[in-house]
């Protein structure tokens, strides 16, 4: 199955086959696009450069007004997917992205737009270890991407706030006390154990292994040392001695 019988079967179109690498479904309101090797990050991939604008021969490449116009959609409520492609050297036509191969399989992720450049987030929510996380709640499943991202399932974050609440285990921080109903439900989830060192399949407790935090203290807990993040009880005992 070449690419555009594999977006076909899903339903989306584009302009034109040979330059687009984004591609939409307007009768299921979603978005594609293709993912390079080469613009992915550990958590996420890059979709879209500001600089794409043009070619390296000054020329306006009409995929970029395309992709422009697919972001707009996006904006507008449309879910986006992206599907992983592996780029090839084109030395002769630099202005030419050639796909090596490309993964017959749609990833959903989550738009977000830093700078000039926009991103399709692996998760909803991008903070260090903040779990957006079923029956056994089973992480770290690893997918065989350039770099390990590992799955995450949003029903191990509903356990932990069901058993914990939604104060911040740190400084007892109360979203909906102080800002009432527009900060009800409102905290970051810390996974005490960094999920890159669970193995495949490592089912979790939501209860144990999950604590609820606000976006400050969580901050903190990861701030200077990403391998060996603060303990709760080591960023409460620092706040305590200042105070």
Known sequence: ???????????????????????????????????????????????????WEFSASHKKQPGYTQAIEHIG????G???????????P????????VIKDFERRLDHRFLRKEGSVWYADFSANTFPDELPVSGSYIEGAKKSITVNAYERDPGARQACIRHHGVVCKCCGFDFEKTYGEHGKGFIH???????????????????????PLCPNCHA??????????LSVDELRFLMNNLN
């Open 1 to 51: 199955m070449n690419r555009k019988q594999f977006i076909q079967s899903r339903g989306a179109t584009c302009r034109n086959w040979t330059w687009s690498w984004s591609f939409i479904n307007h009768d299921e309101q979603f978005v594609i696009f293709g993912a390079w090797d080469t613009e992915r990050e550990k958590e996420r991939a890059v979709i879209l450069r500001e600089e």
């Open 73 to 76: 959609f996006i904006l507008q």
């Open 90 to 97: 084109n030395p002769d036509n630099p202005d030419v992205a």
């Open 220 to 229: 903190m807990i990861h701030r200077g040392n990403e391998a060996s993040p």
């Open 189 to 211: 989830v810390h996974h005490i154990r960094p999920l890159r060192t669970l193995g495949e399949g490592y089912q979790i407790d939501p209860v144990t292994e999950l604590v």
């Open 78 to 88: 449309y879910e986006l997917f992206t599907f992983n492609m592996v780029h090839a």
